[in-house]
């Protein structure tokens, strides 16, 4: 079965230091998605990005980038220069290619940002 | 950019009551959602929802639980005889396709309290 893991319970950092949050995945399929996703104090889920296994090419969108390594699993999410409204909890989550039917997403239990000012 | 709609945004029920949360997914989507994130957790998948049937299930979505596309527009969790565990915020979801490829597109959320 799949299983997405972020370690990191809370973070906590200065504005404007980087930051990188950490996702590992487990999955039996050769075919799947990764996602992330920011879940601000309001409570709603607001889509980062999606991959999908077959493109390991990193991703960068403003202060945003993205390192998919499948060697070691890993989905990782890197915030430059950050701010305090990246302040969110995030979560990675993953979506296997069964083949079959409308499979859901599996959320990791989330990491919880603060920047402080 | 096209929304799922989910109503009411916050609703207080009593224990023991049923209670039904709807979503209007995005009208050319042919998958359907629910998730349910209790306070301070992950978001973890309910169902999902295709031509008229279940598709897939997790173990928490149980007898006391039910989904329904009861006209062209609607997607309805039925949560019958609310417990105090039931409280969360429940999300529904729709994609236009059956994996992760086709990405999904969250409503809002409905807060649910049972008291």
């Known amino acids: 079965a799949q299983k997405v893991t972020q370690a990191q319970t809370e973070i906590s950092v200065v504005e404007k230091e980087d930051v990188t949050l950490d996702c590992v995945y487990e999955?039996?399929?050769?075919?799947?998605?990764l996602f992330w996703y920011k879940q601000p104090p309001s409570g709603e889920l607001v889509f980062l990005i999606r991959?999908?296994?077959?493109?390991?090419q990193n991703e960068i969108s403003g202060r945003y980038s993205w390192n998919f390594q499948k060697s070691t699993s890993s989905f990782n999410f890197t915030i430059t220069a950050s701010q305090v409204v990246d302040s969110a909890v995030y979560f990675c989550?993953?979506?296997?290619?069964?083949?079959?039917?409308?499979?859901?997403?599996?959320f990791g239990k989330g990491t919880h940002l603060i920047i402080q000012p | 950019e096209p929304e799922v709609t989910q109503t009411p945004s916050h609703q207080v029920t009593q224990m023991g009551q049923e209670v039904i949360l709807r979503c209007v997914p995005i009208?050319?989507?042919?998958?359907f959602y629910w998730y349910r994130q209790i306070l301070g957790q992950k978001v973890e998948f309910l169902v999902s929802?295709?031509?008229?049937?279940?598709?897939?299930k997790s173990e928490i979505f149980d007898d006391q639980f039910s989904v329904e596309r009861p006209d062209g527009s609607n997607f309805t969790l039925k949560i019958r005889s609310t417990k105090l565990e039931d409280s969360a915020m429940y999300f529904c979801?729709?994609?236009?396709?059956?994996?992760?490829?086709?990405?999904?597109?969250f409503g809002s959320g409905t807060r649910l309290t049972v008291v």
């Open positions: 979801a729709s994609s236009e396709g059956p994996q992760g490829g086709y990405g999904y597109t």
């Open positions: 999955t039996r399929d050769t075919t799947y998605y």
């Open positions: 991959r999908n296994s077959f493109d390991e």
């Open positions: 989550a993953l979506s296997e290619d069964s083949g079959g039917g409308a499979d859901g997403l599996t």
């Open positions: 009208s050319n989507h042919l998958y």
């Open positions: 929802f295709y031509n008229n049937e279940i598709s897939e």
